[in-house]
T-cell receptor, first 118, second 112 residues
Framework: AQKITQTQPGMFVQEKEAVTLDCTYDTSDPSYGLFWYKQPSSGEMIFLIYQGSYDQQNATEGRYSLNFQKARKSANLVISASQLGDSAMYFCAMREGGLPHAGNMLTFGGGTRLMVKP | KAGVTQTPRYLIKTRGQQVTLSCSPISGHRSVSWYQQTPGQGLQFLFEYFSETQRNKGNFPGRFSGRQFSNSRSEMNVSTLELGDSALYLC???????????FGQGTRLTVV
């Protein structure tokens, strides 16, 4: 079974509007972390936001927020006020196991290509 | 502070050859992981090294191997290259106080 599922292969959003990228996950480990990364055409993965399984509040980082619904096993990324530079691939990823002993093994979803229209 | 550095950025090899890719992590980071990214299979975990020891390994054949040196720099080797090994190979490092992994720009390997 897929551990990380991103059901939107591609999405368009109008500049300055908000957009939600979906991510569902599957794990039996009670301790895990969820990440979102952005990959522009240059190839480098850029960290955006992190949510720990025991975090009580949804994570926010500037224009990025994570809508964490633990019972539904979903961790959707919300980008507010989209900018042209937001056009890229977005990956949801999970690391199982608790910090600080968890390794650095990430399981990635298939990604969503976001295209921002001027 | 310098980021994760991967060399070379681009590489073209012939089937049957071997290749070595290099990754220099962020200073102070002892954990280095490698990932393969292809259009068909997406991003897949290869292996992770921590303090010169392999800590985790993905589901790849034995042709894929790696090592880590005492300065935390890591190398990945692929022997007997196949066309299907053509991919973007990404390296990531993580420090003791970080939750997130920091990625390099990758090495794009083309096997012809």
């Amino acid at each position: 079974a897929q551990k990380i599922t991103q059901t939107q292969p591609g999405m368009f959003v109008q500049e300055k509007e908000a957009v939600t990228l979906d991510c569902t996950y599957d794990t039996s480990d009670p301790s895990y972390g969820l990440f979102w990364y952005k990959q522009p055409s240059s190839g480098e993965m850029i960290f955006l936001i992190y949510q720990g399984s025991y975090d009580q509040q949804n994570a926010t980082e500037g224009r990025y927020s994570l809508n964490f619904q633990k019972a539904r096993k979903s961790a959707n990324l919300v980008i507010s006020a989209s900018q042209l530079g937001d056009s890229a691939m977005y990956f949801c990823a999970m690391r199982e196991g608790g910090l600080p002993h968890a390794g650095n093994m990430l399981t990635f979803g298939g990604g969503t290509r976001l295209m921002v229209k001027p | 502070k310098a980021g994760v550095t991967q060399t070379p950025r681009y590489l073209i090899k012939t089937r049957g050859q071997q290749v070595t890719l290099s990754c220099s992590p962020i200073s102070g980071h002892r954990s280095v992981s490698w990932y393969q990214q292809t259009p068909g299979q997406g991003l897949q975990f290869l292996f992770e090294y921590f303090s010169e020891t392999q800590r985790n390994k993905g589901n790849f054949p034995g042709r894929f191997s790696g090592r880590q040196f005492s300065n935390s720099r890591s190398e990945m080797n692929v022997s007997t290259l196949e066309l299907g090994d053509s991919a973007l190979y990404l390296c990531a490092s993580r420090g003791p106080v970080n939750t997130e992994a920091f990625f390099g720009q990758g090495t794009r390997l083309t096997v012809v």
